[in-house]
């Protein structure tokens, strides 16, 4: 009879740890999949969600040794048995089933549709904007307000940090900044992407303001002259060969500086919202709800102020490295 009931006893404590470990499990697959919306969010892909009119499959285009290969989808894609796609992976990754690497991939995804999206309304904006000041010597309108930020960012970001020869560079710093506001204001839409939270894209800008600020220093002081100029007067013999490796290093660290600070703080307003929704899933309960949204929107309405901000610190940050690089004796 004893042993019956520790055989009772023992069967119900199983059962109660299988509860658990379920209910535990339970919990770790919500949190898994509140992980997985936000990095199907953030993250590059090769379609486009638009929930009430259904989804845009974007093609792939490789280029291999057997010349250019265009699918238009990624089911047609995993229908041959030259190429597969990485399941569960992000962001898309597509490979050679032969192991071989893909020698060019060209495909079109969503961070780039946005991008040239951001290209096309910058172009038809600052079209728009010449034409009606060209009509009229008093700016009104679309053209009055781009001609705010075009002499704000030539009096007080490009002129006191270069000078004069700022003039020359003005259209680059314009185009940097104009380009970043659009990408980082489309990501703000429902169903866009922030092309600006690729840091493919800003390792690009970035690359392009290190060519800038060299080629400006290099054309400002020779050649020799503007690689000497990067070591301080006055500094000891001893501590040359440290200054060099550091003055060497900091050539490099500006445009990665740039290029992570612009990609993290975009990346890091949609995790947050993203996570605050996410919140009421994985309470499993509408009563956090009013907090969650409250504070969503609370940030939303942040990243309106820091994606112009983030466009405004790339652009001095650009204008205030390149005046270090032309005017070395300050």
Not at 43 to 63: A, K, R
Not at 110 to 125: G, R, T
Not at 141 to 149: A, C, P, R
């Amino acid at each position: 009879m004893e042993l019956q009931e520790n055989l009772q006893e023992s069967g119900s404590q199983n059962i109660l740890q299988a509860e658990v470990n379920s209910t535990h499990a339970e919990g770790k697959e919500h949190e898994t999949n509140v992980g997985n919306m936000i990095f199907h969010h953030i993250m590059n892909s090769d379609e486009i969600e638009i929930t009430p009119l259904g989804t845009i499959h974007l093609p792939y285009i490789f280029f291999d040794q057997d010349g250019f290969h265009f699918f238009k989808n990624r089911e047609e894609l995993q229908s041959t048995t030259t190429y597969k796609v990485e399941p569960h992976h992000y962001p898309i990754k597509a490979s050679r089933t032969d192991g071989m690497p893909i020698s060019l991939d060209l495909s079109i995804t969503k961070h780039l549709v946005f991008l040239w999206l951001a290209c096309i309304l910058l172009f038809i904006v600052v079209r728009k904007a010449a034409k009606v000041n060209s009509k009229s010597l008093v700016p009104k309108g679309i053209g009055n307000f781009i001609e705010v930020l075009v002499v704000y960012i030539r009096d007080e970001i490009v002129l006191p940090t270069i000078g004069e020869a700022g003039k020359k560079m003005l259209p680059f710093f314009l185009t940097v900044f104009f380009f970043i506001l659009f990408c980082n204001f489309l990501g703000l839409l429902p169903y866009s992407s922030t092309a600006t939270g690729n840091i493919s894209v800003t390792a690009g800008l970035a690359i392009i303001a290190f060519f800038m600020i060299q080629i400006s220093g290099i054309k400002k002081n020779g050649f020799f002259g503007y690689f000497k100029g990067l070591i301080p007067h006055g500094i000891p013999v001893a501590l040359l060969p440290i200054m060099i490796v550091v003055e060497f290093l900091g050539l490099f660290t500006k445009p990665f500086a740039l290029c992570i600070r612009l990609f993290a703080n975009m990346t890091a307003g949609h995790v947050i919202i993203l996570s605050l929704l996410g919140l009421i899933f994985v309470f499993k309960t509408a009563l956090v709800s009013p907090i969650s949204i409250a504070f969503s929107l609370f940030i939303y309405l942040l990243e309106i102020l820091v994606a112009l901000i983030q466009a405004y610190i790339f652009t001095i940050l650009s204008a205030l490295f390149t005046g270090m690089a032309v005017h070395q004796e300050h």
